[in-house]
């Protein structure tokens, strides 16, 4: 069975800290991804990465970064972390064309 | 890029009748299309997906038809139950590529 943890369940943080959120998968899967959740707007993809090193833009990359250092293990950061920030993130993971598998989610407030 | 549309946005049925949910996509070059169901507080589980060489797929109570005609892909659930009560994402993929586009989700309440 597929599994994808993500660091912390709930976070609190304050205005301009820098933020990492880790996630990390145990099927050797190529790619993962990072989405934000919020009301009424879905899942909307903020980053994604094919490999190792490798990173793509999604939809709402502004004000994000990511690290792929290693296969299994792929970090969402925030910059400078701003109220608007505050969201559910969640980490998710695949084999080449076959369904994403996702974390639990990190429930981020930025105060 | 793709913009897949879901609707409706919320949906409350009596416990026993049916739920259907719909979603419409732009990019004809789509050919995946997976239904993920979310509980309160939990991640997102797939629970059925389509790809477009067919145009149906039935798993127990769950059924998605596929239209590609009309680029549009619905979410049939029957005699539904209490633990169906989840929000309902529909979700799209272009041929070769790995990521989802996701529509906006629809809260199922199955009144008992």
């Known amino acids: 069975d597929v599994k994808v943890t993500q660091s912390s369940r709930y976070l609190v943080k304050r205005t301009g800290e820098k933020v990492f959120l880790e996630c990390v998968q145990d099927m050797d899967h190529e790619n993962m991804f990072w989405y934000r959740q919020d009301p009424g707007l879905g899942l909307r993809l903020i980053y994604f990465?094919?490999?190792?090193?490798?990173?793509e833009k999604g939809d709402i990359p502004e004000g994000y970064s990511v690290s792929r250092e290693k296969k299994e293990r792929f970090s969402l950061i925030l910059e400078s972390a701003s109220t608007n920030q505050t969201s559910m993130y969640l980490c998710a993971s695949m084999d080449l064309q076959q369904p994403q598998h996702f974390g639990d989610g990190t429930r981020l407030s930025i105060l | 890029g793709e913009n897949v549309e879901q609707h409706p946005s919320t949906l409350s049925v009596q416990e026993g009748d049916s739920a259907v949910i719909k979603c419409t996509y732009s990019?004809?070059?789509?050919?995946?299309f997976p239904w993920y169901k979310q509980e309160l507080g939990k991640r997102p589980q797939l629970i059925i997906d389509i790809r477009s060489n067919v145009g149906e797929k039935k798993d127990q109570r769950i059924a998605v038809t596929l239209n590609k005609t009309a680029k549009h892909f619905s979410l049939h659930i029957t005699e539904t139950q209490p633990e169906d009560s989840a929000v309902y994402f529909c979700?799209?993929?272009?041929?070769?590529?790995?990521?989802?586009?996701f529509g906006t989700g629809t809260r199922l309440t199955v009144i008992p």
């Open positions: 979700a799209a993929r272009e041929t070769g590529a790995n990521n989802l586009f």
């Open positions: 990019d004809s070059a789509s050919n995946y």
């Open positions: 990465s094919y490999d190792v090193k490798m990173k």
